[in-house]
């Protein structure tokens, strides 16, 4: 029992050293403290105690206790091995040995040898079982004094370290008390962000002690970021750079000589081959920087085995765990979930972080305390993310061939391209979709998440470098041979910049149009697919495909492409602030740049009438509507698969249905259906 208990006090101290390759623990069950090893290691010392108190007490009784050490000593008479001719003493009971005397067979009388014979066989019980608990205390004692001086533990390195969300709170303690994540499978309404939490990891972890100075959602907001910029790059935003934020550079490029296989392959972005979204510029570069030990690992995203669009965030440490990160993954990503497993890679000091505006502000607030020697940052641009299934929402009306989807993006031809997997039914694997073709109405909510409506980092300010799409213009070639734009924005950006330049196509780059009179148009469109009041289906298909050609000739190009994709950006998400925080909120959590912007378009009220509430024509209430009476049934009712209106259509408040007309639209009307797997619960209005 006292080797079985060091053995497993010794199991525990490595678990909680990190010593053995375990996997890791789910949230709540935490590895065994030293306190844990400390009292498994006073519970090896009690059978100790009792040993010993059992065999100098009553050599009768330890003899009986442990008749295999007494028959094991050498000093003992033959008899002792032959129970045969064992000789009861004058107590005896049938079947039971009384003393050492009474074992061998010898004298039962004062000054005899009996103490002396009993003396060696307490030590020979007695010592192997003191060894083993005493060893068990020392090695207790040593490790867990180790462990609060250096106050770092050690670890078998896993080479990658893989962070499914699920096991993305674990983290070794350093130092206490130490705060606990949020625990998996939590609603979304219980973080501290509640509707408006963009799931970026960090809350999953101890860092959540952090959550209200780092939290891109939380009192200061968005607004945040300003002051952030000119502790990251040395300067704030000059009044030209607006749009762009804090850049050395901004350029066009494209990666003419990939490092990698880029042949298309059946399992999308599985692989450690295979084509990028685009042409891998951001993928190349983090492979340069880990080659050329720039950094010693890099935080990215891979694909969950199961779904290619659901992200599985990693510490990748080698250039396949790179390249099976490549391609977009558009639905919230906890990459800040593998930032706790820092402490228990001691040899990472230097790191490489890939990710979007709001997780690159939550990784500047907490910067100081990953204990990082460098920290590099590329970021990428991000507009309209969302959850899972409002990605699927958005592909099932928006392609032919969903399930075969790898990719796709909103281009300047005001056209949404979308990339298949080799061997689909679409020609080519390539498919592309005019705007104007897709259902507003039905998909003005479900797809795109609250927090990314009150986004105001698309450009992502804070990162070193940023790879984008938004100020090209349309090339007339696939995603996978199109050039990206590029924003170096400091010293650490263009030290990446330089490391791939020699295997890039460099371009300058495009500017040209007047977005100013089509950014209030799209915001109206907008807003009226918001409350249900849009077109309830797309113009004919011959329509759809002429709006995008007469607008590449009369609409902006290039940089002020990019600029009008802002501006609208940065107006329909203040509007929706407004609505759902509350006026003074918003204004705190909106940054003064785009407060500049919001009133350049506001100077003759044109916003301020857009906050009055509206009519809502959709079947649940939204953020700025006025709110459906109790027990109201009605409104516009979708199919999953078209978007196509099948309910509703006819709004009239219930005090105003009489007669024949009520029982009327009561068969025509149908009640609101419950969440599907595809849609997002109803909004709650204000």
């Given at each position: 029992a006292s080797f079985a208990s060091f053995v497993f006090s010794i199991f525990c101290m490595a678990s909680q050293e990190r010593l053995l390759p375990l996997q890791p623990l789910p949230q709540g069950h935490a590895p065994y403290s030293p306190a844990t090893c400390g009292a498994l290691a006073l519970v090896t010392l009690s059978f100790c105690c009792t040993a010993l108190y059992l065999g100098s007490s009553s050599p009768a009784s330890f003899a009986y206790v442990q008749p295999t050490v007494t028959a094991s000593a050498s000093m003992l008479t033959p008899a002792v091995?032959?129970?045969?001719?064992?000789?009861?003493?004058?107590?005896?009971?049938?079947?039971r040995p009384q003393s050492i005397a009474a074992l061998g067979g010898l004298p039962e009388t004062p000054g005899a040898s009996t103490p002396r014979v009993v003396s060696d066989a307490v030590g020979l019980g007695a010592?192997?079982?003191?060894?083993?608990?005493?060893?068990?205390?020392?090695?207790?004692a040593v490790v867990a004094v180790w462990q609060r001086w250096?106050?770092?533990?050690?670890?078998?390195?896993?080479?990658?370290?893989?962070?499914?969300?699920?096991?993305?709170?674990?983290?070794?303690?350093?130092?206490?008390?130490?705060?606990?994540?949020?625990?998996?499978?939590?609603?979304?309404?219980?973080?501290?962000?509640?509707?408006?939490?963009?799931?970026?990891?960090?809350c999953d972890t101890y860092l959540i002690a952090h959550v209200k100075e780092s939290c891109a959602f939380i009192g200061d907001g968005m607004s945040k970021c300003e002051s952030l910029e000119e502790q990251v790059h040395g300067r704030g935003r000059r009044e030209d750079e607006a749009y762009t934020g804090v850049a050395e550079e901004v350029l066009y490029a494209r990666n003419a000589k990939p490092s990698w296989d880029?042949?298309?392959?059946?399992?999308?972005?599985?692989?450690?081959?295979?084509?990028?979204?685009?042409?891998?510029?951001?993928?190349?570069?983090?492979?340069?920087?880990?080659?050329?030990?720039?950094?010693?690992?890099?935080?990215?995203?891979?694909?969950?085995?199961?779904?290619?669009?659901?992200?599985?965030?990693?510490?990748?440490?080698?250039?396949?765990?790179?390249?099976a990160s490549k391609g977009v993954k558009p639905s919230?990503?906890?990459?800040?979930?593998?930032?706790?497993?820092?402490?228990?890679?001691?040899?990472?000091?230097?790191?490489?972080?890939?990710?979007?505006?709001?997780?690159?502000?939550?990784?500047?607030?907490?910067?100081?305390?990953?204990?990082?020697?460098?920290?590099?940052?590329?970021?990428?641009?991000?507009?309209?993310?969302?959850?899972r299934d409002g990605l699927q929402k958005f592909l099932d009306v928006a392609s032919k061939s969903p399930d075969t989807v790898i990719g796709y993006e909103f281009m300047q031809d005001y056209c949404v391209h979308i990339k298949h997997l080799p061997?689909?039914?679409?020609?080519?694997?390539?498919?592309?979709?005019?705007?104007?073709?897709?259902?507003?109405?039905?998909?003005?909510?479900?797809?795109?998440?609250?927090?990314?409506?009150?986004?105001?980092?698309?450009?992502?300010?804070?990162?070193?470098?940023?790879?984008?799409?938004?100020?090209?213009?349309?090339?007339?070639?696939?995603?996978t041979k199109h050039p990206q734009y590029v924003t170096v924005r400091n010293a650490r950006g263009r030290q990446m910049f330089d490391l791939i330049r020699d295997r890039l196509e460099v371009m300058p780059t495009v500017d040209s149009g007047n977005r100013k009179p089509f950014v209030l148009q799209t915001l109206e469109a907008d807003d009226a697919a918001f409350f249900g009041k849009g077109p309830p289906t797309g113009p004919p298909p011959f329509v759809a495909n002429l709006l995008p050609t007469i607008l590449q000739w009369i609409g902006p190009k290039g940089l002020e492409f990019g600029r009008y994709s802002l501006d609208y950006h940065y107006l329909r998400n203040w509007l929706y602030c407004v609505r759902n925080m509350g006026r003074e909120q918003a204004e705190r959590h909106t940054p003064d740049f785009v407060k500049r912007i919001v009133a350049s378009y506001n100077t003759n009220g044109e916003l301020d009438r857009m906050l009055q509430p509206q009519e809502n024509v959709h079947a649940f209430d939204v953020p700025g509507a006025v709110p459906h009476p109790p027990g109201w049934t009605g409104g516009l009712q979708y199919d999953?698969?078209?978007?196509?209106?099948?309910?509703?259509?006819?709004?009239?408040?219930?005090?105003e249905r009489q007669g024949a007309e009520a029982a009327e639209d009561s068969a025509y009307c149908v009640r609101c259906l419950p969440a599907t797997p595809h849609q997002q619960p109803p909004l709650f209005a204000i």
């Open positions: 091995r032959n129970p045969v001719h064992l000789r009861a003493g004058p107590h005896a009971q049938p079947g010592i192997p079982t003191a060894l083993w608990a005493f060893a068990g205390v020392f090695t207790v250096s106050r770092r533990p050690s670890m078998m390195l896993l080479d990658p370290i893989d962070v499914a969300p699920q096991w993305a709170t674990m983290a070794v303690e350093t130092e206490p008390p130490r705060s606990q994540g949020i625990k998996p499978g939590t609603p979304r309404e219980r973080y501290p962000a509640k509707e408006l939490c963009s799931r970026c990891g960090l880029i042949t298309p392959q059946p399992d999308g972005y599985a692989s450690a081959k295979g084509t990028p979204q685009w042409t891998g510029i951001v993928t190349q570069m983090a492979i340069q920087m880990l080659e050329t030990g720039a950094v010693d690992a890099v935080v990215c995203v891979q694909s969950d085995p199961e779904d290619r669009f659901t992200p599985k965030p990693v510490v990748a440490r080698t250039v396949e765990d790179i390249i919230y990503s906890p990459n800040l979930s593998v930032l706790a497993h820092l402490e228990a890679l001691p040899d990472v000091k230097k790191l490489l972080f890939i990710g979007v505006g709001c997780q690159v502000q939550a990784v500047r607030s907490i910067e100081k305390y990953l204990g990082l020697e460098e920290l590099y940052i590329i970021g990428t641009n991000c507009a309209d993310n969302g959850p061997g689909s039914p679409i020609e080519n694997d390539y498919e592309i979709i005019p705007y104007f073709s897709l259902p507003s109405n039905y998909l003005a909510h479900g797809v795109i998440g609250e927090p990314c409506r009150s986004c105001f980092d698309y450009t992502n300010g804070l990162a070193d470098i940023v790879v984008g799409y938004m100020g090209v213009p349309y090339f007339q070639t696939p995603m999953e698969k078209t978007g196509a209106v099948i309910g509703g259509g006819k709004y009239m408040a219930s005090r």
